[in-house]
């Protein structure tokens, strides 16, 4: 018997075993968007070297071998290419394929040449145990769309090969939850049933809404929609209740819920979990803590695959998992199939790749059965990007224009100031008892926050570890509530998602979507006369960075144009205005579609081009108490990825420089491992966070 697994017990799992297991697992992946013959040939080949004499002596402590070029041959043979792909990377990532001159090197190309010189050992006796479906492939002239279905493939294969091995080596593995629609709505329903009637008129016109989302559901079939609710007309509530009734309505398998911000998820896992219970929601990004027990375990092994009724996650981890070709990031693709995934914050899509990102939601709509819904306050014009995937694409908003118009959610004035000095600003703000300010920059918001005085002044921003933020989010809250002087200068993470209420905001100019947003964190409860709540946009003296100024640009076109910017022509003007000034290769910045539609297919470079957040910074953990524990094990290297993503909440981002300086007032420690952890407590302050003021007088800002 020639043999795929040896489990820690001594069982023995046959290559035939597995391979038709892995294959029709596999094929039960690949069945909702009917690509099932195609996943369980891929299933059928993607272990067959390992009936070489090689592999059989590496089961018993022999060498490494490359045991999945040999299936890749055989599909290659038989002109099945996307199986050629999913079986050469379903260990090491999906490859490049490289010229058909290729023959050093990684690529599919370069590896089928080399096996047809003889590269590889004999695995001929598969063709005695294994044998393949008859498959007619489809023949797709778009090469885009061929790269999609390869990874779709690749995912169904990859998923189906680690759940049969994890099956057979480990025994029964506690994996996913059913989708029961029907106990969904139920919950939603029970959850919404207060809500009416409505005690007051903005109540009122928050349940009509829902109301007609909800009837929307009801009758749509699949396809990319867009809702576009006001801020505090409900609109988390409605987009749930749109996708519940809709996925009902379409025999849908899962909702997956994307965000931008942790800061957002959080919050909304968390109204998602008062809902549906903790059973169906998975919680899925870089802040998540998982204990050490067995209920954790379980939602940690589902972030692998997102086998779960609800999903909410960030936007890095969606797009990134479909654009990076390893095998780990891959298995969770095949679940958003047939799933209603809803976009929130639509308007923070990354401009510099938002036509990779609008392609896949095309993509997904027109052959995986998915549906797409971009939910925001201020809706991007994306119509020309989308058409530009899909020509037949016809624009359907969910929630009518009178009830985005509609008076009661105006509950803000916006005032356009002079420019300012610190000096300036710092006094207005110390005006009132209660104040936001929102800065472009990190620098900034330091200066200005070290010039205020007095009680309840806070400050807010990236360079606090995301636990730190929290805490102090939470001292705001409640000087809020209590009516206690609470004075908050921030940069631009306290505008999506961050549910706080102040009586005067200050803003300084950026984007019209910011504007709004910033906006969002006034008055927002309605109960003050909106002549009293004023939004005030002003520039500072010193300006903003480089970054921020084709924003401005179209922000300052839209203010002289409209009276009222948070209109729909005006957000409309807005977006149009910023992607004419931004030109169209600013839109897709890597090139990654034309690289796509280019027969050589480059996945793996596309892997390490494709990054929605800036990897040219460095995580430094910050050696506080509550991370004493966890730092210990990194230092002693027993971390798990667990603990890494624990330690998350004690990091700050900084960039090489600020890394260099660091280095040299020996600040940090450099593990092994690469982590770099803060060992001079000075240099972390309870106020600011982290700043680079040296004991010798030198200091750079952040």
């Known amino acids: 018997m020639y043999l795929a697994h040896i489990s820690d017990d001594g069982r023995e799992q046959s290559i035939k075993e597995h391979l038709e297991k892995t294959a029709e697992m596999a094929a039960s992946f690949a069945k909702p968007f009917c690509m099932e013959k195609q996943a369980r040939i891929a299933g059928l080949l993607h272990d067959i070297g390992k009936y ?64 047809k010189q003889g590269g590889i050992e004999s695995y001929e006796i ?25 990874r779709m493939i690749f995912s169904c294969l990859v998923d189906a090969d680690y759940l049969d091995t994890e099956r057979f080596m480990s025994g029964y593995i506690d994996r996913g939850r059913p989708f029961e629609i029907d106990e969904l709505e139920n919950a939603l329903n029970e959850y919404i049933e207060p809500w009416f009637p409505a005690n007051n008129d903005l109540n009122k016109l928050r349940c009509e809404i829902l109301d007609h989302v909800m009837n929307e559901g009801m009758q749509l079939e699949r396809g990319l929609y867009t809702l576009t609710v006001p801020t505090g007309g409900g609109k988390t509530v409605a987009s749930l209740a749109f996708a519940i009734k809709h996925a009902k309505r379409n025999g849908m398998s899962r909702i997956i819920y994307v965000i931008p911000f942790t800061s957002i998820i959080e919050q909304t896992a968390d109204i998602f979990r008062t809902i549906f219970g903790d059973e169906v929601v998975l919680e899925h990004h870089s802040g998540v803590e998982y204990e050490e027990n067995e209920e954790s375990l379980f939602y940690l092994k589902a972030t692998e695959n997102w086998d779960m009724p609800v999903v909410v996650t960030t936007s890095v981890q969606f797009f990134e998992s479909f654009y990076k070709n390893k095998s780990s990031s891959s298995r969770k693709l095949h679940n958003v199939a047939n799933s209603v995934v809803v976009f929130d914050e639509a308007q923070m899509l990354p401009v510099s790749y938002i036509k990779p990102c609008v392609a896949l939601m095309t993509e997904l709509v027109k052959r995986y059965k998915a549906s797409v819904v971009l939910c925001t306050a201020t809706q991007p014009s994306l119509n020309r990007i989308i058409e530009e995937f899909d020509p037949d694409y016809k624009e359907h908003e969910l929630c009518p224009k009178e009830y985005y118009d509609a008076e009661l959610f105006k509950r803000t004035t916006y005032k ?5 000095t610190i000096e300036e600003l710092v006094k207005l703000i110390c005006q009132n008892e209660q104040s936001l300010c929102i800065v472009n920059s990190r620098r900034a918001a330091q200066q200005i926050f070290e010039s205020m005085h007095g009680e309840g002044c806070f400050h807010l921003s990236t360079n606090m570890y995301p636990a730190h933020r929290k805490k102090v989010l939470a001292e705001i809250r409640l000087r809020l509530k209590e009516g206690m002087p609470c004075r908050v200068v921030s ?18 100019i950026a984007g019209i979507d910011s504007l709004l947003q910033a906006g969002g964190r006034c008055n927002r409860e309605g109960k003050r ?92 953990y910050v050696d506080v108490e509550e991370s004493k524990d966890l730092l210990e094990k990194v230092r002693m290297g027993i971390a798990t990825k667990n603990d890494y993503r624990k330690l998350g909440l004690y990091g700050v981002n900084i960039y090489e420089y600020q890394y260099l300086k660091l280095l040299e007032h020996s600040a940090v420690e450099l593990l092994d491992d690469g982590s770099v952890i803060l060992i001079d407590s000075s240099l972390y302050s309870s106020d600011i966070g982290l700043h680079l003021e040296f004991k010798n007088g030198e200091a750079i800002m952040i």
């Not at 260990?91 to 080399?114: F, Q, T, Y």
């Not at 631009?492 to 803003?507: K, M, N, T």
């Open 52 to 115: 070489s004499a090689g592999f059989q002596k590496r089961l018993q402590g022999g060498p490494k071998v490359d045991h999945s070029t040999a299936g890749a041959l055989e599909a290659w043979a038989k002109r099945f290419l996307v199986e050629a792909f999913c079986v050469a990377g379903h260990h090491a990532g999906l490859p490049n394929a490289g010229s058909s001159v290729e023959i050093d090197g990684a690529s599919l190309n370069a590896r089928i040449k080399r096996a």
């Open 126 to 150: 598969w063709k005695d145990e294994i044998s393949l479906p008859q498959c007619d492939e489809e023949k797709l002239k778009d090469l885009l769309a061929l790269s999609y279905k390869i």
């Open 416 to 420: 356009y100031d002079e420019m300012y």
């Open 491 to 508: 940069t631009s993470l306290i505008e999506a998602g961050v549910d706080v209420d102040f009586p005067c905001v200050y803003r300084q």
């Open 529 to 620: 006369d909106r002549s009293e709540s004023v939004v005030h946009v002003f520039d500072l003296e010193e300006g903003s960075p480089e970054i921020f100024s084709i924003q401005i640009g179209a922000s300052k076109h839209v203010i002289d144009k409209f009276d009222d910017i948070a209109s729909k022509d005006a957000i409309h003007a807005y977006f149009e205005q910023l992607f004419y000034l931004k030109g169209d290769e600013a839109l897709d910045e890597q090139k990654i579609i034309k690289q796509l539609r280019d027969s050589k297919l480059p996945f793996a470079d596309i892997s390490k081009q494709f990054n929605l957040i800036d990897n040219k910074t460095r995580t430094l």
